[in-house]
């Protein structure tokens, strides 16, 4: 069966006809200034296949929760960052840029572009941030957005069977490259997903702020049943597994 399990921010385990992959990994309980009230354990991603990045920055990739996963485990990062994993013993780095493709296992790996400016700092290799179209024969496809903005050629990836979308962030405030309830929701008339699932919200706040709830992600299915009735909305508490349908 295939299945997707998000494990907050944007670290979701997807399988897709027994192939399994996991993105952005950031498993600690802090990442420089942003705290989340519990680790996520290695184990619990279960065996994995590979790993997706999908840009540079700090929360989404995580050297240090790299660390924890297994150094033969292949690697798809954005073009121009695999230095800093090469760096970290693994071996199997796979760089992409837009619309290129890589299959491990069962799944095909396209990236797309993703509305984002990227980088680690001012004298950090340039690479773009990409979003990920996972599919597999049989079990669907999968849309992991990694961090966006709206972009007209979104509409160029519908129709698809789900959905990994932004909807939030860390703080009060979204900088731009970043979709908000409203912008996700009108993101799905682009899309067409069957199924809608929000990351990217409620995990990490800074040290003295109230936890930020699961408000974003509530307000993101409210707009998208007005927007996109059609489209199923899941939310999901970090560590919840949402089973898929196989493609017919």
Do not use: N
Not at 214 to 229: K, S, T, W
């Amino acid at each position: 069966m295939s299945r997707l399990t998000w494990l907050g921010h944007s670290t979701v385990v997807v399988d897709l006809g027994g192939t399994r992959v996991v993105t952005d990994p950031v498993l600690r309980g802090r990442v420089w200034h942003l705290r989340r009230d519990a680790d996520v354990t290695a184990d619990s991603l279960g065996p994995l296949d590979a790993i997706l990045v999908s840009h540079v920055h700090f929360d989404h990739l995580d050297l240090r929760s790299l660390r924890r996963l297994d150094r033969k485990l292949p690697v798809v990062v954005p073009r121009g960052a695999g230095a800093l994993v090469r760096r970290r013993g693994f071996g199997e780095v796979v760089e992409l840029d837009v619309e290129e493709e890589v299959a491990i296992g069962a799944i095909r790996i396209r990236a797309t572009h993703a509305e984002h400016a990227s980088g680690r700092g001012p004298f950090s290799a340039t690479s773009p941030s990409l979003g990920y179209v996972l599919e597999a024969s049989g079990s669907g496809s999968v849309y992991f957005a990694g961090d966006t903005d709206l972009f007209p050629a979104m509409s160029e990836l519908a129709p698809l069977d789900v959905a990994l979308l932004p909807v939030a962030g860390w703080g009060p405030r979204l900088g731009p490259g970043h979709l908000d309830p409203a912008g996700a929701a009108e993101a799905l008339r682009l899309l067409r997903p069957k199924v809608a699932v929000p990351i990217h919200w409620g995990t990490f706040r800074t040290l003295f702020a109230e936890p930020a709830g699961d408000g974003p992600a509530r307000e993101f299915a409210r707009l998208a049943g007005a927007v996109a009735p059609d489209v199923d909305v899941r939310v999901l508490a970090i560590g919840e597994t949402l089973a898929l349908e196989a493609d017919s």
